[in-house]
């Protein structure tokens, strides 16, 4: 089995609702588990200190990244100690690059202050020239948005702040 098909497997994987898969050929053995979607991490970090983080982690928009987060750290720092250890967050389920709209005409998914729903596309993560939309696993209001746009995500980064 080579690194593509395995790729494939894991797309297909994150997909569907299987938690587990095995396979055996011959001398190969590999096992692909998904993790479990039902899980809710709770952020008590900071909004100015999770911005902070993200910003190392995309390097394509380095330039926009501090002009963005300059004007978006003071509006969030009041609001911060209040809230922040009951948001929750909606990480990426994949490496790829993240988009907030359908295209670059189209209004984004989801702004700040907007209301959720489980299941309510938030973005698009495009993976291999597939584009894969990322739906919400818990209903609330976006508190945060933290990625850019057009922006490389890794597996598991936070990409939005959710308040239930």
Do not use: H, W
């Amino acid at each position: 089995m080579d690194f593509k098909q395995i790729q494939e497997l894991v797309k297909m994987i994150n997909k569907s609702n299987i938690s587990e898969l095995s396979i055996e050929q011959d001398k190969f053995k590999i096992t692909i588990k998904q993790k479990d979607n039902e899980v809710q991490q709770v952020i008590t970090v900071p909004a100015a200190v999770a911005t902070a983080a993200v910003q190392p982690v995309a390097p394509v928009a380095s330039a926009a990244a501090p002009a963005a987060a300059a004007p978006a750290a003071p509006a969030a720092a009041p609001v911060a100690p209040a809230k922040a250890d009951n948001l929750v967050t909606i990480k990426s389920p994949m490496i790829g690059t993240f988009y907030r709209s359908a295209g670059p005409d189209k209004a984004p998914f989801v702004n700040v202050g907007d209301e959720v729903s489980s299941g309510k596309v938030v973005c698009i993560i495009e993976a291999m020239k597939l584009f894969n939309e990322i739906e919400s696993e818990v209903s609330g209001k976006i508190v945060k948005v933290l990625v850019d746009d057009a922006s490389p995500v890794e597996y598991d980064q936070p990409l939005f702040l959710v308040e239930p």
